[in-house]
């Protein structure tokens, strides 16, 4: 009877949670410590609803408590690693992943989010590899393909990001980070329609979630011709190390310092030009706080 | 139960469900019409059309195949009188007035949740003209992909097979259903013959908050308190809002009668302090409902909330 009673309230936190009625979560997750202070699982969970919220410092605060009372649990260690990337404190981040795989070696997500971390640095080959041991671990996760794909797709095999592209939609089309994965490996191979019309989904599914309204209204950027062809080099330079950028960017300066100057205030006057139409299709104003 | 002499009732019939005695119970409360309701003269319109009239000019309605009886769905930020507005449609139609919440009739015990439903169903349709209103919609028909819970399922599933039996068993009962997240509910919920009329309340006007104020404070001890000009300060503010609000502005009047040690009356400086103390809390709902309607919103289900946006200048 006491256990279903806590089975119970454990499903309403969950429920309250998918709702993101947020606080009223909290309230109910801290009801559920207050009567169950020895199950690590509520203080993991309180630490998943706050980072739901935004509040990672208590997140992180509240995952700690919970690895206080249980150093394994592993709702604890996942939503302490997820928070430290949500942060952006990456260097962190990875420490945390080397713990908990040492717990958990065969947990597919810590190398999913150390390829993230890869690919954000622009380490593609690294991220590649990791990508595929977590695919190895869960080779049906859309998430993971949906990533793989979009790092195949930087590294140039197109052919090889869109059959991973095709699979991960397969296996999920209601979940909005596939999307927004596969929409970025579709960007990267400038296939900027196919990009809109993931996106779009995305954000349809997911229309609270800043980063995909923001990612959304650039892609309606994105179709405007114009717009397309002032990208160019960007995208290629996008391929190559930061430093060789930098170069490239020098050498160009020198050489053709007046066609540089008319490239930057083309690109400046097409991005604001491109933004402005958009804001009024999309909201009516020419400019707005998205 | 007493009549007044336009042939309403002065008393409403309410019925809620008693979780603790696991049964339904009856009690009268005063009966609230559209008299009583400030302000949404465009909802009021569409609920006339679609609830009110076909009782009572039957002939033309039938004519173009059109019954009494149906389902409503009212939306709009926490606060705003959605309880209210239901309480008066009961009112207006003579009807009795059941109020559903999940909490009372969600049991842990699997299949009882569907149990409770199905006996609040069959109270409305044993009290006929009946208006069966459901509270939090969304926690009973939230979005399906969400819910991983087979027992949470059957309980949609059910509430799906009552309001499918609205054509057969349910003459004369109106469903009223109310969320502050409609952008959450099952798709099933919204095809045509359920909640398929969506209704959006909105914050009270500004002569609607003065009334409200004018309610709320009446019978306080009071200083010739301008209800107008504290009313044009609470814009956006809600029903609860406002009560919060002249919460805030008795306590601090009542501290100020204990240093006193004696009755201090509510000034117009307790109001403004507590205004600068308060937010309206609508103002994030509004910023959700926003991307919803912007984003998400491919049957232009919530242009109504884009509209108001617009209007009262929310960005």
Not at chain 1, 208 to 224: A, G, P, S, T
Not at chain 2, 194 to 207: D, T
Request: with cysteine; aromatic share 12%; glycine share 4%.
């Amino acid at each position: 009877m006491n256990e279903e009673a806590q089975y119970a309230q454990f499903i309403r936190i969950e429920q309250l949670y998918e709702w993101e009625r947020l606080e009223e979560a909290i309230n109910e997750t801290e009801n559920y410590i207050q009567q169950y202070p020895e199950d690590a699982d509520g203080y993991a969970v309180l630490s998943k609803v706050y980072l739901k919220k935004g509040d990672h410092k208590k997140a992180l605060h509240w995952s700690l408590e919970s690895l206080k009372k249980d150093p394994e649990n592993e709702i604890a260690w996942e939503f302490r690693v997820s928070t430290l990337y949500t942060a952006g404190k990456y260097k962190e981040t990875m420490t945390a992943i080397q713990e908990a795989l040492t717990l958990f070696p065969d947990d597919a997500f810590y190398y999913f989010l150390e390829g993230n971390i890869y690919n954000k640095d622009g380490k593609y080959e690294e991220a590649k590899e990791r990508f595929l041991i977590a695919l190895k671990l869960e080779p049906s996760n859309a998430l993971y393909l949906a990533n793989y794909s979009y790092v195949e797709s930087i590294l140039g095999n197109q052919e090889i990001a869109l059959q991973a592209e095709k699979q991960a939609l397969q296996l999920d089309s209601e979940n909005s980070m596939v999307f927004l994965y596969v929409a970025w490996a579709a960007d990267q191979r400038g296939d900027y329609a196919q990009s809109l019309s993931y996106l779009e989904n995305a954000v349809r599914l997911e229309p609270n979630n800043q980063q995909f309204r923001v990612e959304y209204l650039e892609i309606l950027q994105k179709q405007f011709k114009v717009y397309q062809w002032l990208l160019v080099p960007s995208r290629m330079l996008m391929k190559v190390k930061p430093a060789v950028v930098f170069l490239i960017w020098f050498v160009a300066w020198m050489l053709f310092k007046p066609l540089v100057v008319v490239f930057i205030i083309l690109y400046v006057a097409a991005h604001w030009t491109t933004k402005m139409i958009v804001n009024v299709k999309v909201f009516g104003r020419l400019f707005v706080k998205v | 139960m007493t009549i007044d002499h336009e042939g309403k009732r002065k008393q409403l019939k309410v019925i809620q469900f008693d979780k603790d005695r696991n049964t339904l119970i009856e009690k009268t409360e005063p009966s609230e019409t559209f008299a009583d309701v400030g302000g949404l003269e465009e909802v009021k319109k569409k609920i006339q059309m679609n609830f009110i009239l076909p009782l009572k000019n039957p002939e033309f309605f039938k004519a173009y195949g059109k019954e009494a009886g149906g389902s409503l769905l009212l939306y709009g930020p926490p606060g705003c009188g959605k309880t209210f507005l239901a309480k008066a449609i009961a009112g207006e139609i003579n009807a009795s007035f059941i109020h559903m919440e999940l909490q009372a009739i969600l049991s842990m015990y699997i299949g009882e949740s569907e149990h409770n439903l199905h006996d609040v169903f069959e109270a409305a349709r044993e009290n006929k003209p009946c208006v069966l209103f459901i509270d939090e919609l969304d926690a009973i028909g939230g979005n399906r992909q969400n819910m991983r819970q087979h027992h949470e399922r059957m309980l949609v599933n059910q509430l799906l097979l009552e309001l499918d039996g609205l054509d057969a068993h349910n003459h004369g009962i109106y469903v009223i259903g109310a969320t502050n997240t409609p952008w959450y509910l099952d798709s099933a919920l919204r095809r045509p013959g359920r909640f398929n009329q969506l209704l959006f309340i909105s914050p009270p006007a500004v002569e609607e908050r003065e009334v409200i104020l004018k309610l709320k404070l009446k019978d306080k001890p009071q200083n010739s308190l301008n209800h107008k000009k504290i009313a044009s300060k609470t814009a956006h503010f809600s029903g609860a809002d406002l009560e919060q609000l002249v919460g805030d502005a008795i306590e601090s009047a009542l501290q100020r009668s204990l240093e006193m040690g004696e009755l201090q009356p509510l000034t117009n400086n307790d109001l403004n302090e507590a205004l600068s103390r308060r937010k309206p809390t609508t103002l994030e709902w509004f910023s959700t409902a926003k991307n919803y309607a912007t984003f998400s919103d491919v049957n232009k289900d919530y242009q109504q909330v884009l509209d108001y946006l617009k209007e009262n200048k929310i960005r």
